[in-house]
């Protein structure tokens, strides 16, 4: 056996190293903020916001401003008690100065600063300032202006009073460092998203955001004096509702806090939200088990009480919770999270405090409102007949070997390589381009699934009317993690589906209803970054010899300028173009051009995917004449 290679080098007291104050994270920025990417880029701005957000909770605080400064530099103010001023009695030095340098220094460890907080582990602040190239903190407090001003985490002076104020609150001025992140240029719509939901989570507070970057200037502000109720009228916008109003309560026990919001919609699937101390919990826990068990059992109870339900007729979970929007928001004072990202909500009492809210306040409503009740149950028992019929369509499909990823569809075009995170499966429309990417393709990685016709509209259609598909069965067998609540990421084949489809209007209709099918049924892809839209050239232009490929009305304005006139192909379809071409300019790693599918806003997301897709041609119609003008080259 091979010896191993040892380092040559020595290893004792001298290369133990200790960082100091801020070092460890400009060392390992990943470890404090996830990543160095756009996401982590944000999530500077969400910090300091968040401590403005605590300042809201302990009711000190009711407008927030967010601006993106002409230069590029962020800038969070607020009107909360601003961070203390005095000097610190062990560190001898501002309280500010100890918070923007120290990690895990802040008011949220006891002391009576602050009894509920998003931010938790004192390091919001002290992380933005490590990883800013320069950052400036104001504070108004006790009829003064404060100012200090820092570079790469270090103070450039003691903390100092620069005027006088009436006001109260925090500013904070910060420039990402380039150094660290890979962009620092911050994404209007990403922080607007966050601002939105946190408006909606906190009644009656003020947020304003402003761009002021030449040529992108906007404005915008929210205030929801409903708060979470408001969120749930706007997830159902567009939608006939089974209450005139969402059911809304907000319930306190002792120090914790239940805030509930539900309205039925007509749709098939289900819109729930769960957030703890305004930290978006994407994988639930215990406050969101509370309200799924409370909920399927309060509505059985209800059906039994009036009739609807016989003897040992039942209801699950998955029928009562068809069609609902709904918000659960739970503010505490000890939240303990599973894992480091803050998703999941760990307390356990926080089942018990739901459920009991959910049977006081939503089973009281139902017994006072039998009319509701009744139309509620007669649904449920319409999705329980659904589900049913779906189970057996599964079962006689899984039968039939239609959805075991065993037995793969005849049409797929597999590739060699077994690694998933290696693979990437092509959608292509018609058995014509299909027949065009199985010969230009790179068969080791790259699998074709040719798909005939439109596939069905799902907004509009139950379960078991989707699971009768034979387009779909084909996609759900050939990319291997299942749908819905059978969803398991883990056995995907393919890292990258890849949505190919011909740049006219019947190919963007393909494509809108592969992604409403994948949004609906298979929410991860999307979620996790695994769809893309392929970016087949518009143009071939011919001058003499020389070919050129353009993939856009502006790439052939700027191309034809330079090269002055040149013989001009329109592709139309995918099937135009020969095998060598489309590899070439469509499939070839090294050259094509790809659109990843992102969903930063889900409620923009659910809204969009209902007007587009559902049952109101109204809605589609309004739609399309306020964005007509947006079209600069309709392909008719």
Not at 279 to 295: C, P, Q, R, V, Y
Request: proline fraction near 3%; charged fraction near 30%.
């Amino acid at each position: 056996m091979e010896e191993k290679r040892k380092v040559e080098q020595n290893y004792g007291e001298g290369q133990i190293q200790v960082l100091e104050g801020l070092d460890p994270v400009r060392k390992r920025p990943g470890m404090y903020i996830g990543s160095t990417d756009a996401r982590g880029l944000h999530h500077l701005v969400q910090e300091i916001v968040d401590n403005s957000i605590d300042e809201a909770l302990s009711g000190y605080c009711d407008t927030i401003g967010v601006t993106i400064n002409a230069d590029g530099s962020c800038t969070v103010r607020d009107n909360g008690r601003g961070i203390p001023t005095a000097l610190h009695h062990t560190e001898k030095v501002s309280a500010v100065e100890v918070v923007l340098t120290k990690l895990h220094a802040g008011g949220k460890f006891g002391g009576g600063g602050y009894k509920i907080s998003g931010g938790l582990h004192g390091v919001g602040l002290s992380v933005v300032n490590a990883l800013s190239e320069w950052l400036e903190v104001e504070v108004f407090q006790n009829g003064k202006h404060y100012k200090q001003v820092y570079n790469r985490g270090i103070p450039q002076a003691p903390l100092k009073v620069i005027g006088e104020s009436s006001e109260t609150g925090t500013k904070v001025t910060f420039m990402p460092d380039d150094e660290i992140f890979e962009s620092v240029v911050f994404v209007y719509d990403t922080i607007k998203t966050r601002l939105r939901e946190l408006a909606y989570l906190n009644k009656g507070l003020t947020i304003h955001m402003e761009d002021r970057r030449e040529g992108q200037e906007k404005k915008d502000t929210f205030y929801y004096e409903g708060g979470i109720a408001h969120f749930v009228e706007d997830l159902n916008k567009n939608r006939e509702t089974l209450f005139p109003k969402p059911f809304y309560f907000d319930e306190f026990f002792g120090d914790n806090e239940v805030e509930i919001a539900i309205q039925y919609n007509d749709s098939y699937s289900e819109n729930i939200y769960s957030f703890a101390n305004n930290i978006n919990t994407e994988e639930g826990g215990a406050h969101l088990d509370g309200f799924k068990n409370s909920l399927t059992k309060i509505i059985n109870d209800a059906g039994k009480n009036i009739g609807v339900l016989k003897n040992d007729e039942k209801v699950s979970g998955e029928d009562v919770r068809e069609g609902i929007s709904a918000v659960v928001s739970v503010k505490l004072t000890e939240p303990q999270f599973e894992g480091q990202t803050k998703t999941k909500l760990g307390n356990s009492e926080m089942r018990t405090l739901v459920a009991r809210a959910m049977t006081e306040k939503f089973g009281a409503y139902l017994e006072e409102n039998p009319a509701i009740t009744k139309e509620l149950l007669m649904r449920c028992l319409m999705a329980q007949r659904a589900r049913e019929a779906a189970r057996q369509a599964r079962e006689s499909t899984r039968r039939k070997g239609a959805l075991e990823s065993t037995t793969l569809p005849g049409k797929l075009a597999d590739c060699s390589e077994k690694n998933p995170e290696l693979c990437e499966i092509y959608l292509v429309e018609g058995d014509s381009a299909g027949g065009s990417a199985k010969q230009g393709r790179d068969r080791r990685f790259q699998a074709i699934l040719p798909l005939r016709g439109k596939i069905l509209n799902v907004e509009k259609v139950r379960i078991n009317k989707v699971l009768e598909n034979e387009e779909i069965k084909s996609m759900i067998t050939a990319f291997g993690g299942g749908m819905l609540d059978e969803f398991d990421e883990s056995k995907l084949r393919y890292d990258r589906i890849i949505c190919m489809t011909d740049a006219d209007v019947d190919g963007s209709h393909i494509r809108i209803l592969l992604l409403t099918f994948f949004f609906r049924f298979m929410r991860p892809l999307i979620e996790h970054g695994h769809v893309y839209i392929a970016q087949p050239p518009l143009y071939k232009a011919t001058k003499g010899k020389t070919e050129k490929y353009l993939y856009s009305d502006k790439e052939l304005e700027a191309y034809l300028a330079e090269a002055g006139k040149c013989d001009i192909q329109r592709y139309k379809g995918l099937g135009e173009m020969n095998p060598e071409q489309l590899w070439e300019t469509t499939m070839n790693p090294e050259t094509r051009t790809m659109l990843k599918v992102t969903m930063e806003d889900a409620v923009d997301a659910n809204e969009m995917f209902s007007v587009l897709m559902g049952e109101k041609p109204e809605l589609r119609r309004a739609f399309i004449e306020q964005n007509a003008k947006l079209v600069a080259d309709l392909d008719v």
